[in-house]
Each structure stands twice: as C-alpha cells, then as structure tokens.
C-alpha cells in the first residue's frame, strides 16, 4: 500500500458560530500558531536562562550583556550535558504541556501533532542509522584526510559517565527540535495552508499542504542555527536539507519517532564518539579530540561534518532509508468542520 493511502480519514464535527476565531477546521491555525510561538518564546527564555545557571555561569552572562564589547555568550557558555538537559528539557516538557492543553481546546488527540503512544519500531531503527550515517561520513573524511584524529581524551568510567550524559542530553534535543518544528507547528501550518493546497493540487490537497509547511518549517530550521557561532553557508543549507528528511520521516511514518532515533543519535555521535564540532559547538566531555584540515568545502571546517560536501551524500541516501526500511504509517488529517451553509469561497489561511 503506498503512502497516498495511508491518510487518516477526514472527520465532520460541528463548526462554532465564531467567524474570528473559527473557520473551516476549528480553531484558525493563525491563532494557534501564534499562541504557540508567545509559549515557545516564553519558555525559551526561562529554559535558557535555566540551562545557564546550571553551569554556574548566570552572573558572567548577565554581566556580558552590558559590555557590547565583551566576550559573547557562546564563549561564556560551556557545551556540557548539563546546560543540554536543562535548557531542552524545560522547552521539550513545557511545549508538551502546552501542546497538551491546545489539544483539549482544539478537541483533537495529542498523537495528531506527532507524538502518540510509543513507537519503538521507529525508534530504534532511526537511533541505528543515525549513528551508522555520522560513523560512515566521519570514516570518509578521515580516509580522505579532511578530518584528524588527534587522540582520546575519556578513558575508563568516565567514557560510560560522560556518555550516558551527552546520550540523554541529545534525546531532548531530538524530542525537542523535532517537536518544535515539525509538531504543532507543522500540523497546524499544514491545515492553515490548505485553501492554498487546494489550488495547486486538487486532486490531493493532502500531500500539498503538508509539503508546503515542511518547506516553510526547514527553512526555519535552518535559519535558526544561523545563531550558532561554527555555522557556515552549506552547513545552513545541510540543516535545511535535514530538516525535509525528518519531515519525509513524518509524512513516511505518521509520527516524529524516526526523525527523533536518529536526530538524537547523529548529533550524540558527532559532539561525544567522535569529538567533532556539531552546528559549529564543539562538547566538553567528547571521547576524541580531532579537527578538521584542507579546503572547508570537504572538511566542515568550525561546521564539523555537517558542513562537509560529503554530509550530503548522506542525507540524500537517508530518505532512501526510510523509504525502505520503515512502514507506513496513518497520517492525521484536519478534522472537517461540518457547514450547513458553506461559504462560495474558501480563503488560503482556514
């Protein structure tokens, strides 16, 4: 069965008499889209400012702000487990909280924006070939001499202690980013942009809309980690890039736990296994010390891997995983509101 007739069916359900707030799937998506990203921002700041006084490190930061010319934040914020955990713990539950809320509001199930019962058999596969993915470019630019392997640096009990640290450290980030993302948001955009869907594909409006919000959820992706200090132009693009093959893992499997494996567990290789700069941070408490030499196209450069040529190759090839190697799973659809007299005309936002 392919993956075009795997939707969720559409359900009919009464539509309130309240134009503003209300339209064609309930709640407008404009609405909750924006309360959405009020909580987000929010809980940013507290998740943030959280993460940076777990490293002890909140009175040098505040002090930063006031001296323009200071050292930037980046610089006064280690890369450690601790600062991970708190700052995309406090985001990831606080979103889920509120994403828990929205749901009863919106009389929709919470599994609808991406994270339902417990996938395991999307799971455990996206962990695997996230780690096979990063060991297999890493071993290229080895082999091809645009990364060097300086040393280890853990030996004994720390490897296992600071590896369960950056391990649970990067499954919130994986739950985090991706429910960030391609949750709410991207279910929501979805149904906001289905007038629009309608017009460019009538046929299956469906598939439109969800790609239409993937596009413009990558693209945010990406443009966020502008902010991380490392980045550079094609690592920008890759994240982009990465960004649309978690979202085919979405469309592929009806659910974030794929893109969740294997986030969690490519970024978990790059900062701890193998000690390379991942988005431009470079961890503490990282297995090997190596840096990357020749031309910063091929290398990643203060990137790490993912700013290499050759990462793409690698993310080409994942969509082939998925396609290959997962199952199809129900895709949530927005519930039709029932209309005793529908209007002519139907705008793009709904």
Request: net charge neutral; with cysteine.
């Amino acid at each position: 069965m392919n993956d075009l007739q795997q939707n969720e069916p559409v359900q009919t359900i009464t539509k309130p008499d309240n134009p503003v707030f209300f339209g064609r799937f309930g709640f407008r998506a404009g609405w909750g889209i924006l309360i959405f990203l009020v909580i987000v921002s929010i809980l940013t700041i507290f998740a943030s400012t959280s993460g940076i006084a777990a490293t002890g490190q909140l009175k040098q930061f505040i002090a930063a702000q006031g001296h323009p010319g200071g050292p930037s934040a980046q610089s006064l914020i280690p890369f450690v487990p601790v600062f991970v955990l708190v700052n995309d713990g406090v985001t990831f539950f606080g979103m889920l909280g509120a994403c828990w809320l929205i749901s009863r509001a919106e009389h929709r199930p919470l599994g609808a924006y991406g994270i339902g019962k417990q996938r395991w058999r999307d799971f455990i596969p996206g962990t695997i070939w996230g780690v096979v993915s990063m060991s297999l470019l890493v071993a290229l630019l080895h082999q091809l001499h645009f990364l060097a392997i300086d040393g280890r640096l853990l030996h004994g009990a720390s490897i296992l202690r600071w590896g369960s640290a950056w391990f649970f450290a990067f499954l919130l980030v994986g739950f985090c980013e991706e429910y960030e993302f391609r949750g709410y948001l991207q279910y929501t955009l979805m149904r906001g942009v289905w007038g629009l869907a309608e017009q460019l594909s009538p046929a299956n409006p469906h598939t439109a809309a969800f790609w239409i919000a993937a596009t413009i959820m990558s693209l945010t992706f990406g443009g966020l980690h502008i902010l991380n200090g490392g980045e550079n132009v094609f690592g920008i693009l890759q994240v982009f890039f990465i960004g649309m093959v978690f979202s085919y893992a979405l469309w592929r499997t009806g659910s974030l736990w794929w893109g969740i494996g294997f986030h969690a567990v490519w970024d978990w290789s790059q900062s701890f296994l193998f000690g390379v700069a991942d988005s431009g941070n470079v961890s503490v408490g990282r297995l090997l010390s190596t840096h990357p030499t020749g031309k910063t196209l091929f290398s990643g450069g203060s990137d790490g891997p993912e700013g290499s040529l050759f990462s793409a190759i690698f993310v080409f090839a994942t969509l082939f995983v998925i396609r290959f190697t997962t199952h199809p799973g129900v895709k949530p659809s927005p519930e039709e509101m029932h209309e005793s007299n529908p209007p002519e005309s139907i705008g793009i936002i709904a």
